[in-house]
């Protein structure tokens, strides 16, 4: 028999998969649902979780910003355990801007995952971040991409990332420090989404001599 805890979670991701298929097919009347608040099972505070965030930015010394979030998360949230290298890509959506440069960082916390996103917040807001525009430009944009394979949606926290898996600057990090990751919604690795991505957008290895 079905226990209590694979229920909650097989409802949750189903929940999950109808929002990203109204995203992709129908975003004008996603965006005007009510968002309906499911709670996940709560992670012990006092254990060790590990979560996957993506770090990027297009404003001032790309670089520099990066390595000044991984700095603060470190320690704010706790050590990163794996980083991938940094990569550029034109920005993704309609406005014209600088091309984006983007990290992603695996760490090892106590946080639960709405401790964590507070903290990402405090830290986009630390280094000056200001949100006028969606998905205009930004000093930093620091995103909880998966804390351990929890399925979260809530109106201020949709975990996995909803996007991750249409976006290759997301998708081309992740592969380099976890192909094997297993989306808990999809239940295909990293290396497997990415074959499947519909992103076109030109995503390469940065070097600095090339900044």
């Not at 097989?10 to 109808?18: C, P, Q, S, T």
């Not at 979780?49 to 001032?60: D, E, V």
């Not at 975990?159 to 094997?180: D, G, K, Q, W």
Request: hydrophobic share 40%; with cysteine; net charge neutral.
């Amino acid at each position: 028999m079905m226990n209590v805890k694979t229920q909650i979670a097989k409802n949750v991701a189903r929940n999950i998969l109808r929002k990203l298929r109204m995203m992709n097919e129908n975003p004008d009347e996603y965006e005007q649902q009510p968002k309906i608040r499911i709670f996940a099972p709560v992670t012990d505070k006092r254990s060790i979780n590990t979560a996957y965030l993506l770090t990027g930015g297009n404003m001032g010394s790309r670089e520099v910003q990066l390595a000044k979030a991984k700095q603060l998360l470190e320690q704010a949230a706790g050590p990163v355990i794996h980083h991938s290298s940094l990569y550029e890509t034109s920005a993704w959506g309609n406005i014209p801007q600088p091309a984006f440069l983007n990290q992603v960082l695996c760490l090892h916390t106590h946080l639960d995952a709405e401790s964590l996103l507070q903290t990402a917040l405090l830290i986009e807001q630390k280094m000056g971040r200001e949100r006028t525009v969606k998905f205009g430009p930004r000093v930093i944009d620091i995103d909880i991409l998966f804390f351990n394979n929890n399925i979260i949606d809530r109106p201020e926290l949709t975990i996995p990332h909803p996007y991750l898996h249409v976006r290759r600057f997301t998708l081309i990090p992740l592969v380099e420090i976890a192909p094997n990751l297993l989306h808990p919604v999809f239940n295909k690795t990293m290396h497997q989404l990415l074959t499947e991505c519909p992103d076109t957008l030109d995503v390469k290895k940065f070097s600095a001599e090339n900044d």
